[in-house]
């Protein structure tokens, strides 16, 4: 996994160059992980302009993407495919820590709402978003070496949504799982400072007493989570693998997967 300094990205990373079970690693310019695009600079955009990008899957709620709208480069054609999953959208939980026409700062309490762990969060989007991620898993079968058609996958952090799903693809692809773990809990680190203190302060700003709880939700990528859901997937359905093939995904379209994957 090779961070790249895009300019206005705090979480971009290219999947590339982790350790294959069978040896070998993955291959680079395939699959791409990000938080959102929103405050990407004009050097930002000509950075991701000039890789293989092409396309974009964007995990936010359509009140995430009114917030916060992408940039996108306007100098190629990027496709853009929006594939919300709600589970992870951190100002729509804040919202429900505070009921329907109180105040936020005077209503909210810990008492009022169960924050869940990041595992059970996984799990649950596991259990309700598998289309979701075999469309990913597809469009990253269908790239190409000829034109830019790589995928970038992201969501607000680019921690939980976009990190369960790259981790479903990486493991499914035979990535070493503690490769797999790492890429994941890499993420806190990237995240930490600027971001992370003004992800804090939207949370905090519906009147939301800041516990270790959900300090960790909002900003921490602790392995024990990703650990989770990957054991979830295991007692279900064997692997990572059998999982996407279990929501749909072809033998073929499995293999494919997993020859653009490895290099």
Known sequence: MTGSGIEGLYNFRDTGGMPLQGGGVTRSGVLFRSDALA???PSGLDALAATDIGVIVDFRTPSERTVAPDRIPASRPIRVIELPILQGAMA?????????????????????????????????????????????????????????????????????????TTALMLDAAGVERAAVVDDYAISQENLAGPWADAMIHMVTSYGVELTPALRALVTGTPPEAIEQALTWVDDRDGNSAGYLRSAGLTADELSMLRARLAA
């Open 39 to 41: 405050s990407l600079t």
């Open 92 to 164: 729509d939980m804040a919202q429900q820590l505070v009921p329907n026409g109180s105040s936020p700062a005077a209503q909210a309490t810990p008492a009022s709402f169960e924050v869940p762990t990041l595992g059970d969060l996984y799990t649950g989007m596991l259990e309700q978003s598998a289309t979701a991620f075999v469309q990913v898993a597809r469009l990253i079968a269908a790239s190409n070496d000829a034109s830019p058609s790589a995928v970038l996958v992201h969501c607000t952090a680019g921690k939980d949504r976009t990190g369960l």
